[in-house]
């Protein structure tokens, strides 16, 4: 089959792979129907996170199951489905407490010996802990199927940092960066009942997004003109729920500057830098709280599926670019340059 | 009147101050019954935190009410009170969310202009919202006295980190740090329904507080070798709650280190050093959280004072040598050479 290799920093190649097959009683191999390209994809394309060369990548997808083993009882072949960006056993402890990403016996999409999404198939391990069974009739619904997609990473990664940052009903929330994630980010914070969402960004095109997806201000400001307007926009205090959506030092020091004294930074930018952009001092003095990390996405599914099938949100939006299979590479390169916000891989 | 004044590092003195006296209407004159050293009070001592030559020390108190303003409604002379570290004013939207330490109109006893707890007697500003008042048979009863007396910070902000930590009944829970916070800590854990507590320490008259406190295990190693203890005392996970109790970088390091997957770090001790001992990427691949902060003690009063005056917890083991006012200078270096464990001072 054909599939999205990195071989170095900015060479990204699609090519011939083997075919992927059923290795373990528990794997399914899923034809892959839609997969895209995440920020945090980046990292590894601008060199800034190690890969192997001829590593595979692509960590989003869905796709209908071609085959199944002989211990999968909850999947057939023909089955729409909806993986998460690890997969995990569903049977240990940490699987029984919903932090699937700590699951032992999990791994990474695009890890060495495993296919990546960005392909034409991807073998599943533990098939029927990892993959979420998706209503047939979304194959004919191009923005439905884009919507669903999301739950694959970026619409369950925004929800991580909501709950993470204690987002509850009536709260004033403040959203750091603009990418697929805090856009995310801001719809999660709106379905869970906030009232107030301020979101920071200066891509017009993005916090028009931002707005539909439910903010209620925006901040163009960047570094300390930007907590300037978010504490004049919360009567001096900032917000009590902060969404950190980019992982760099700078983005941290801006949400916990924008964060109200006894408030939660909701951090899901997966963290770059020699530092933390943490003071803790300060973050002692006004009794802040962190909370994130690497989102177990595969345990909001259920309760976020619905809500697409339904209607009540629709991320889709956050695709602005589609490509085929042999796009990828300037599909990166899209993004990389911030040309595409999101890129949306038919396969 | 006599108190306690830190001229420089190491140059602590019981000298001549002036009387206080009301000042507001809203201020009350307490005569000091009993006070104490914090830990706290040792990065003052050793030049770690600035203090201006001069300013007043001590942040513990309790005493009879000696006169009070003209506004001040819920107490009157002879009342026995005792007075959270830091005073604020009940009346602005944190005091209103229980975050007294983030009141704008507050502060901390000590600072410049405001008198210290190691002293004969404390003007307290917002006396109706600063002090508890305290049944007058305890002053006939040292130990309860005692115990009371931690009302006003090590109880408070050992609960403080319990409650950050999130421990909930049947919790585990790890404590890093042997001082008055940490056993404090343990014992809030052990009222709060923790099941296992693991004491980190290697001074055997505070391990064996902790364990009169509640810990269930004592891990008397240090650095990595403590790491590795708590994690086969926890089946290779770690603790789901962790209270860090000392501020330092290695202290929060080995705090991080010993929380399981998903669990959280409830820091309390005041931070110190250049670094904050925090490995981002750990804690976000691990979705450790992290929570604290200075202690809103004064919120937690109404609800950990019964519980001593009944004798469901004890916290007066936590002193080990009482002095009197003249003998504070020598108790600061009791405590700095860690001789004693914390000074009760008899004023």
């Known amino acids: 089959m054909r599939a999205t290799v990195i071989h170095a920093p900015h060479d990204i190649r699609v090519e011939e792979v083997p075919d992927p097959a059923v290795r373990q009683p528990t794997d399914a191999v899923v034809r892959v129907v839609l997969a895209c390209i995440c920020g945090s994809d980046l990292w590894a394309y601008r060199g800034e996170s190690a890969r192997k060369p001829g590593q595979r990548i692509g960590h989003e997808f869905l796709g209908v199951v071609e085959e199944t083993g002989s211990e999968v009882s909850g999947l057939r072949p023909g089955d729409l489905v909806v993986s998460p960006f690890v997969w995990s ?157 980019v992982g760099t030092e700078q983005s941290m020091r801006t949400a916990v500057a924008v964060t109200r004294d006894g408030g939660t930074v909701g951090y899901v930018g997966v963290p770059h830098g020699s530092g933390t952009g943490l003071d803790l001092s300060d973050m002692f003095d006004r009794n802040v709280s962190l909370r994130g990390g690497v989102a177990p996405v595969r345990t909001y599914i259920p309760e976020l599926l619905p809500d697409i099938l339904d209607g009540t949100i629709d991320p889709s939006p956050v695709f602005d670019l589609t490509v085929g299979l042999d796009g990828v590479p300037g599909g990166y390169k899209a993004m990389d340059e911030r040309i595409a916000l999101k890129v949306l891989v038919k396969a």
Chains 1, 2 share one sequence.
Do not use: K
């Open 89 to 245: 056993d569903g049977t240990c402890d940490y699987c029984a407490e919903g932090l699937t990403t700590s699951c032992p016996a999990g791994g990474f999409w695009g890890q060495v010996g495993s296919d990546g999404g960005q392909g034409e198939a991807v073998r599943v391990p533990f098939a029927d802990a990892t993959l979420v069974r998706l209503p047939a009739e979304a194959l004919s619904d191009d923005r439905l199927l884009a919507g669903l997609l999301t739950l694959s990473d970026v619409l369950g990664t925004g929800h991580h940092a909501a709950v993470g940052a204690g987002v509850r009903p009536g709260a004033t929330v403040a959203v750091v960066g603009d990418g697929a994630v805090g856009l995310c980010g801001v719809l999660a914070a709106r379905r869970l009942g906030a009232e107030r969402i301020i979101a920071l960004g200066r891509h017009e095109a993005r916090t028009a997004i931002a707005r539909t997806f439910g903010a209620t201000d925006v901040v163009a400001e960047r570094g300390e003109a930007a907590v300037e307007a978010v504490r004049q926009l919360t009567g001096g205090h900032g917000a009590h729920a902060v969404i950190e959506a």
